[in-house]
C-alpha cells in the first residue's frame, strides 16, 4: 500500500517507520524543511530509543521517503495519514489549524481516490469537518473516506507500544475505508476495534483522562499518605492487585506533564462544555495536577527559611524519562520558582538539556554529570526518574554541602537513604 503521512511530529514520525517496517511504501511530509532534511539522512528530529536504526533500515530498503512538498508527498497515495499537532489554546481547547490546514493541503493535491486516517487527537466531530473542507477545497473531483485512527503510544517507549499495542481503534462510517484500514494494520498483529468516527474520537480523549485521573487519585491518596504515616508505594501496590484497579499509572509523584495529558484533559473540559456538560471530576484531576507540580517547592520552603543564598541541583529535566521532550515538564515551572526565590540552579539531564535550554531561565546552570550537578548544593531536587538517576550510588550525596535530598519520583527506598545519611523527603512516604 501507498501511504503518506502528513507531519513528523512524534506521532507521524512513529507512524511512517513503523508501516514502513511492516512493508507498506510510505512517504512523511513535514512543512518544516529542516526537519526533513535531517529524516533523509537518516537522523531522527525526536530522541526515541531504536527510532534512528529503524528509520535507517527503511530508507535503505527504499519503503521510507521524506518530502516538504505535498504535491510530491501525495501524489502515489493510496491512504493519508492526517498526524499533525493538535496544540491547546489560550482557553484549553483544541487548536484545529493545524489539522484543518492539512485537509486543505489534500484537498488541492489529491488526484485519486483516497482514504484521510486522522491520527491526531482530535475533538468529537472534527473528522466530519475534514470531510467538509476536502469537499468544499478539492480540485479534481475524486471520492474519499475519512476515518478515525487515533494513536495511543507514549513517548520514550514509541516503537514498542507501536508493534504491542492494547488494541488499534478504527473508527469509520464506511464499511469498506474501515477493511482497507484493518488490513494496513494486520501486519502489527495488534486486537482491533471497531467503531464509529465520533465514539473512535472520544475513546482517546477518555482515555488519556482516564489515565491522568489515576495519577492525580494516588497524588491526593499520597498527602493522605504523608499526613497519616501510610506509605503510599504500598497503598498503591494493595491497590493494583485488584485487577478492577490495575497497577499502572499509579505512582505518586509530582504530577503528569508531557505534550498530551495537560492539554487533552483541558480540551476535553471544553468538549464537555461546547455541549452544556460540566465536567466536574476531570476539572479535579486538572486542579490537582497543578498543585502537584510545585509540591517539591512547598516542602524546600518548609524545611528552608530562605533559599536566597541556596545553591540547589535538580535532576532530571524531560518530563519523564527516556525522551528529550521538556513539552508541561514540571522542570520548567519548579526552575522558575526556585530562581524567583533567589536560588542558584544546577541542573543535570542524561539527554534533555538541549531541548530544555529554549524553555528553561538563562540564568540555570548545567552540569556535565550527576556527581557535578551535586557538588556543594545545599539540596537536590529529583524531577525525571531515568535509570541513571535511580541506579546512583546514594554515596553520591555526600558531595553536597549537606546531603538533603527532595525526591519527586519516589526513585529510591526511604531505608537506604537513612542508612546513607541522606535526609530524604519523598511523595507519600
Ligand atoms: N506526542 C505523543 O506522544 C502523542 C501525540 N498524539 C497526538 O498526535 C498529534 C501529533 O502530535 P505530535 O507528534 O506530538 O506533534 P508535533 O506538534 O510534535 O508535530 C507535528 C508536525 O506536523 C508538522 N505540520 C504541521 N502542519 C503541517 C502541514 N500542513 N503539512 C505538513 N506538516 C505539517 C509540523 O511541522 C510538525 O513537525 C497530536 O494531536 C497529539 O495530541 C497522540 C498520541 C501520542
Ligand atoms: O496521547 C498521548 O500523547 C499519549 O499520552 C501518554 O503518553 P506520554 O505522555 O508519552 O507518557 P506517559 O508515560 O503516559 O506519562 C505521562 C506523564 O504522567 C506521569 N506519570 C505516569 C504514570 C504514573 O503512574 N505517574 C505519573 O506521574 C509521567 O511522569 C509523565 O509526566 C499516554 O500514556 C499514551 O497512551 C498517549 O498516547
Keep these: 500500500m501507498n501511504i503518506s503521512v502528513v507531519g513528523t511530529g512524534y506521532v507521524g514520525l512513529v507512524t511512517g517507520v513503523s508501516l514502513a517496517e511492516i512493508g507498506h511504501h510510505v512517504i512523511?511530509?513535514?512543512?518544516?524543511?529542516?526537519?526533513?532534511?535531517?529524516?533523509?539522512?537518516?537522523?531522527?528530529?525526536?530522541?526515541?530509543?531504536?527510532?534512528?536504526?529503524?528509520m535507517s533500515r527503511n530508507i535503505e530498503a527504499g519503503r521510507l521517503t521524506f518530502t516538504s512538498n505535498h504535491k510530491e508527498g501525495f501524489c502515489h497515495a493510496d491512504v493519508i495519514y492526517i498526524a499533525?499537532?493538535?496544540?491547546?489554546?489560550?482557553?484549553?481547547?483544541?487548536?484545529l489549524e493545524f489539522v484543518e490546514q492539512a485537509a486543505r493541503d489534500i484537498a488541492n493535491h489529491i488526484t485519486k481516490d483516497i482514504i484521510v486516517v486522522t491520527k491526531s487527537t482530535v475533538p468529537a466531530g472534527t473528522n466530519d469537518r475534514i470531510l467538509e473542507i476536502i469537499e468544499k477545497n478539492q480540485i479534481h473531483n475524486v471520492k474519499f473516506d475519512v476515518v478515525a485512527n487515533p494513536e495511543f503510544l507514549r513517548e520514550g517507549s514509541a516503537l514498542k507500544d507501536s508493534f504491542n499495542a492494547d488494541r488499534i481503534v478504527i473508527g469509520a462510517n464506511s464499511g469498506y475505508a474501515a477493511s482497507i484500514i484493518e488490513k494496513i494494520n494486520e501486519p502489527f498483529g495488534v486486537p482491533i476495534y471497531h467503531t464509529d468516527i465520533r465514539s473512535a474520537e472520544l475513546i482517546k480523549y477518555a482515555s488519556n483522562a482516564f489515565l491522568a485521573t489515576k495519577i492525580s487519585f494516588i497524588n491526593e491518596i499520597a498527602a493522605i499518605c504523608e499526613r497519616v504515616g501510610a506509605n503510599v508505594e504500598d497503598v498503591s501496590k494493595g491497590m493494583g492487585m485488584d485487577q478492577r484497579i490495575g497497577e499502572s499509572f499509579l505512582n505518586a509523584g509530582i504530577g503528569y506533564g508531557g505534550s498530551c495529558f495537560p492539554k487533552d484533559t483541558k480540551a476535553l473540559i471544553q468538549i464537555a462544555g461546547n455541549v452544556a456538560y460540566d465536567f466536574e471530576l476531570l476539572k479535579g484531576v486538572v486542579n490537582v495536577n497543578q498543585k502537584q507540580r510545585t509540591l517539591l517547592i512547598d516542602k524546600l520552603n518548609e524545611r528552608f527559611d530562605t533559599l536566597a543564598d541556596k545553591r540547589i541541583a535538580v535532576l532530571g529535566l524531560a518530563f519523564k524519562p527516556n525522551t528529550d521532550d521538556m513539552r508541561e515538564a514540571a522542570s520548567i515551572i519548579v526552575t522558575e520558582r526556585l530562581i524567583e526565590q533567589g536560588a542558584t540552579v544546577i541542573t543535570y539531564d542524561p539527554v534533555a538539556m538541549e531541548s530544555a535550554k529554549d524553555r528553561l531561565?538563562?540564568?540555570?546552570?548545567?552540569?556535565?554529570s550527576i556527581q557535578k550537578a551535586l557538588t556543594d548544593a545545599d539540596a537536590a531536587l529529583i524531577l525525571t526518574e531515568w535509570d541513571e538517576i535511580r541506579n546512583v550510588n546514594p554515596i553520591v550525596f555526600q558531595s553536597m554541602k549537606s546531603p538533603i535530598v527532595f525526591d519527586g519520583r519516589n526513585c529510591f527506598s526511604v531505608e537506604t537513604m537513612k542508612e546513607s545519611g541522606v535526609e530524604y523527603w519523598s511523595v507519600g512516604r
Design 28 to 54: 512523511c511530509i513535514d512543512i518544516n524543511e529542516s526537519k526533513i532534511e535531517k529524516m533523509k539522512q537518516g537522523i531522527s528530529p525526536i530522541y526515541e530509543p531504536g527510532l534512528d536504526e529503524m
Design 84 to 95: 499533525v499537532g493538535t496544540p491547546e489554546k489560550a482557553d484549553g481547547s483544541a487548536n
Design 361 to 368: 531561565h538563562s540564568d540555570i546552570l548545567y552540569a556535565a
